[in-house]
């Protein structure tokens, strides 16, 4: 099988030749400019042959044309950190603009996407697209949106009203830049941050609205964030697969194979495993991954973005790992 056609089969819980495996990092610096970025990932793909390429641009991308101010400082994770927030104040939401989703920044990750497609005829490639409530917590930051969801509803509301349209509309854009499909990622639908009553208002109606406006994609996989993730609130979204931190935090993959009919993208500790652990015990920790869902309706990956300084020996332990596998 190819590696368009093993996904394929394994979204649809169909007989495959080996499980799919795809893992993904940040490439600080590269992405600032839509060639580097584009460069960085194409060389990352033809390295390992991941089975998806799944694009991730600069950390908070999404701020930047409505005034987040970021810059880079090394840290492994390879994200940016956050000078200065637009949203200081509640009534702040409501002078939010409407965005050109094709200019700007969005702009400029849809060229990194055409470019990457160019180079990439036959691979399958997803964007990432990030949920409106994640996107409203960097613009103002965490604490503050968590204040303002409590003590000032309604112009939290009117934000992520704007907020949904831009993302539904970038959405929607990536799949015509090339992308196959997308990676919608919340950083908040966990209980360590909300509660699930209060992210049934503030995140699953406008979470739901991305994903109809990308439904004209080939896949689109959901990435739960963090620790404590609400997975049952999540797994009647209009998804084909769930990824989420399954080595550090409920549920397991044998628990969520029980609790969600679709495909599930997981497997490998890229924080502890993948990052110190011998050659053995990345091989073992697929291994029980893989026994974990019978190899059915499942693609090893890591809870999150790599580590950026994990070795080139790693990551082909845990594709070898895969390929010794074969079905």
Known sequence: MNSRDRIRAAIAGKPVDRVPVALWRHFPGDDQRAESLAAAHVTFQKKYQWDLL????????????????????????????????????PADWGRLKSLDVTGGAYGRELHALRLIREALPDVLIVSTVFSPLTIAGTLSG?????????????????????????????????????????????AAATTDYLGVEEYEEFGRP????VLEAAGGGELRILHTHGMHVMFDLVTDYPVDAINWHDRRTPPTLAEARHRFSGCLVGGINEWDTLSSGTPEQIDAEVRDATTQTGGIRHIVGAGCTLPIDITEDRMRAARAAVEKRAL
């Open 206 to 209: 406008y979470d739901l609205r």
């Open 142 to 186: 965490p604490e503050a949106s968590l204040r303002y969801l409590r003590e000032n509803p309604d112009e939290l509301h009117r934000g992520l009203e704007l907020i949904t349209d831009v993302t539904a509309r970038f959405a929607a854009e990536t799949l015509a830049a090339g992308a196959d499909g997308i990676f919608f990622a919340t």
């Open 54 to 89: 799944k694009v991730t641009p600069a950390s908070g991308y999404y701020g930047d044309d409505w005034g987040l101010r970021a810059g880079y400082k090394p840290n492994r994770e390879g994200t940016r950190h956050y000078a200065d927030r637009p949203i200081k104040k």
